[in-house]
């Protein structure tokens, strides 16, 4: 591959930044497949695709998100030590049941890792990574806003039951997708330097 031909992969590299706040129109379903296509290009050893994916759109965001609330609540009632009760909890539920709507589009990625004896779970769990940023940067190179999010409820095997995803799965991902409403705000490039070690002699090739 010529270096050219590299240039998009890094700018899109380079410019994605987390888009937490979406406009209400969704992307159509043909950029969605992209995304998913690219989620599927990931590596993966032994080519067990281990990535499930459950697409959320619509009403069916407002389903995620009682759960989401009926999953929060349920943390509450168990937090002895952090008692909330009427408003305060009333606030905090239907916070919980809206977060689901900030993007038009919200793409699940679980992990199945493969019963084969050679596979390890952990190898699984980096391939489905592997997919998720595959997929912020197809978003990215669409033109698209995405947001990788997680939090508790990717913990909750009601929330896995709604997505369809079976019990032996690990939640990976809550991608959202959508157009951004703001642009994101784009640091300078990051700075590896202090995260690498050079080991051995490196040749000097111009
Ligand atoms: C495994 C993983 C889980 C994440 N979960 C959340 C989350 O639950 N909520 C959130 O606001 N951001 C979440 N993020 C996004 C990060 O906050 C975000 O990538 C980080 O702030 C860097 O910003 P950037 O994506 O714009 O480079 C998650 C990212 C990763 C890799």
């Not at 995304?35 to 459950?54: D, G, V």
């Not at 940067?137 to 909750?156: N, S």
């Not at 997505?163 to 409403?181: E, K, M, Q, T």
Request: hydrophobic share 40%; net charge negative; glycine share 4%.
């Amino acid at each position: 591959m010529k270096v050219e031909s590299l240039a998009p992969v890094l700018e899109a590299i380079r410019n994605r930044r987390s888009s937490p706040l979406m406009q209400p129109t969704a992307p159509s379903k043909d950029l969605i497949q992209q995304i998913l296509q690219a989620a599927a290009c990931a590596p993966n050893h032994y080519r067990t695709s281990p990535w499930r994916f459950t697409v959320v759109a619509g009403s069916a965001r407002q389903e995620m998100g009682r759960i989401m609330a009926a999953s929060l609540l349920e943390r509450v009632e168990d937090d002895e030590d952090d008692e909330k009760v009427g408003a305060e909890l009333d606030a905090l539920l239907e916070k919980e049941s809206s977060k689901p709507l900030r993007a038009p589009i919200i793409i699940a990625v679980a992990c199945v890792p493969s019963d084969q004896p050679k596979v390890s779970e952990i190898e699984e769990i980096c391939a489905c990574a592997a997919a998720v940023q595959n997929m912020l940067l197809a978003a990215e190179g669409l033109g698209l806003g995405a947001m990788w999010r997680t939090g508790k409820p990717a913990d909750d095997p009601r929330i896995k039951r709604f997505l369809s995803f079976p019990d032996n799965s690990r939640l990976i991902a809550f991608v959202y997708v959508g157009y951004p409403a703001i642009s994101s705000q784009h640091e300078r490039m990051r700075d590896p330097d202090p995260y690498v070690r050079w080991l051995g002699e490196f040749p000097d090739v111009t």
